[in-house]
T-cell receptor, first 113, second 115 residues
Framework: DAKTTQPPSMDCAEGRAANLPCNHS???????VYWYRQIHSQGPQYIIH???NNETNEMASLIITEDRKSSTLILPHATLRDTAVYYC??????????????FGTGTRLTIIP | DVKVTQSSRYLVKRTGEKVFLECVQD?????MFWYRQDPGLGLRLIYF???????EKGDIPEGYSVSREKKERFSLILESASTNQTSMYLC??????????????FGDGTRLSIL
């Protein structure tokens, strides 16, 4: 799986959009970009994933650049409950979904009141 | 919503004890996983299962075994607990889909301390 690079920490004001970047310059054509987050002392929570098109769900939006070498997770109206470590992961598809996940160090996002 | 439930949030056991960690999912997923998470080491796969009674070793299976007698339940067993097995244990599940681009969903974890 391709390696990802994320900033170690970010702050965002409550109510503003939080934009979390991720670089994955060695991504292959069949690799998906996934985002998870982990709130302190809880299990990781799936947020969103995509291949090459932008994606949106009830939690967030995922913007993937045209060359697929980077992406941005957007939390449109951040709340204090969004304070967590956010992990960007690149995974190969086509293996029946039973391959392991590997988390890097992630971005520690702090929402400021 | 997918629900993965781990039987205990916190557990304290003694060295040499046999420890059982239970995980139940309610989404009829074929795949189930056990990971441990340690500071500085990230997430490491212990075992996974893609069907009832089927199991595959992950990266660090030594000292552990698993049981999958029913589709919804996946148990992790520490045969003889040791202090280096003190960790956060995470269970996850996902559907078995050709194409594989389905997320794994995690439980809240069991923080296990071995004294």
């Amino acid at each position: 799986d391709a390696k990802t690079t994320q900033p170690p920490s970010m702050d965002c004001a409550e109510g503003r959009a939080a934009n979390l970047p991720c670089n994955h310059s060695t991504i292959s054509g069949n690799e998906y970009v996934y985002w998870y987050r982990q709130i302190h002392s809880q299990g990781p929570q799936y947020i969103i994933h995509g291949l090459k098109n932008n994606e949106t769900n009830e939690m967030a939006s995922l913007i993937i650049t045209e060359d697929r070498k980077s992406s941005t997770l957007i939390l449109p109206h951040a709340t204090l409950r969004d304070t967590a470590v956010y992990y960007c992961i690149v995974r190969v598809g086509g293996n029946f979904g039973n391959e392991k996940l590997t988390f890097g160090t992630g971005t520690r996002l702090t929402i400021i009141p | 919503d997918v629900k993965v439930t781990q039987s205990s949030r916190y557990l304290v056991k003694r060295t040499g004890e046999k420890v059982f960690l239970e995980c139940v999912q309610d989404m009829d997923h074929e795949n189930m996983f056990w990971y441990r998470q340690d500071p500085g080491l990230g997430l490491r796969l212990i075992y996974f299962s893609y069907d009832v009674k089927m199991k595959e070793k992950g990266d660090i299976p030594e000292g552990y075994s698993v049981s999958r007698e029913k589709k919804e339940r996946f148990s992790l067993i520490l045969e003889s607990a040791s202090t280096n097995q003190t960790s956060m244990y995470l269970c996850a599940s996902s559907p078995l889909v050709d194409g594989g681009n389905q997320p794994q969903h995690f439980g809240d974890g069991t923080r296990l301390s071995i004294l």
